[in-house]
């Protein structure tokens, strides 16, 4: 019987801690600064990436930079990275090096922002609201590694860890999903307004997560929508 309960409260615990569930309409609330706050995302497919897009709604009440989107491996802390520079923009690192996409300011209302990278041209798209920026090059005929450490509200200077609380996120950041292939214009367009391409990495509505620290799940705060998955 004791042996019973010590099982039935470990499971109790791991369940309160990571959870598997539809995040429909909510959002991960981010706050205050800090280098111990931050979400652990585990990846649907565990094989090499030879393109990806990666689509969220950011928001954020910062005046200094910080990171969005950090998918570390052992061998590449910065393998995929979509972080804010203050008074530069958006970059996004493949395999360590970025480009960057210029920008003067962070917007201060809910951003939809989706990264697309393809090994094939080393192309790069970046669309924020349904809007794309200039394509350009990065990492031709690179692989994306296998077994990452993919975290919310943090950039990992080690493999899942080494966070700086000068690079954390205030703020939400919601409707995270990620594809192996990168998403046509329509589809992408598509995203911006609710409907969902069958994500086969990250699954807003089926997410693995764990949050650390203190992160809020909350109602979010962009438009609703009830569009449904094809």
């Avoid at 470990?10 to 600064?33: L, R, Y």
């Avoid at 930079?65 to 972080?83: G, R, V």
Wanted: with cysteine; proline share 4%; aromatic share 12%.
């Amino acid at each position: 019987m004791e042996k019973l309960l010590w099982c039935l409260l470990i499971t109790i615990s791991f369940s309160q801690a990571f959870g598997h569930e539809d995040m429909s309409k909510q959002t991960f609330v981010f706050p205050g600064v800090s280098a111990t706050a931050y979400v652990s995302l585990e990846a649907e497919s565990k094989k090499p990436l030879e393109a990806f897009t990666v689509c969220l709604y950011a928001h954020a009440d910062v005046s200094r930079s910080f990171s969005i989107f950090s998918y570390a491996t052992k061998t590449s802390f910065n393998e995929i990275l979509l972080f804010w520079t203050r008074g530069q923009g958006f970059s996004i690192a493949v395999g360590g090096p970025e480009v960057l996409f210029s920008a003067s300011e962070i917007p201060e209302v809910p951003t939809h922002i989706c990264a697309t990278w393809e090994s094939a041209t080393g192309i790069v798209e970046l669309w924020l609201d349904g809007k794309p920026r200039a394509r350009k090059s990065l990492q031709k005929g690179y692989t994306v590694g296998t077994n990452a450490s993919i975290i919310l509200g943090q950039e990992q200077d080690s493999y899942g860890g080494g966070f700086d609380a000068n690079q954390s996120l205030v703020g939400d950041i919601g409707d995270v999903n990620m594809w192996d292939f990168v998403l046509s214009p329509e589809q992408i367009n598509a995203v911006y307004v609710g409907r969902v391409f069958s994500p086969n990495v990250l699954n807003w509505r089926a997410l693995k997560y764990e949050t650390h620290g203190d992160v809020f799940i909350k109602p979010q705060l962009w438009p609703l929508t009830d569009c449904c998955e094809s």
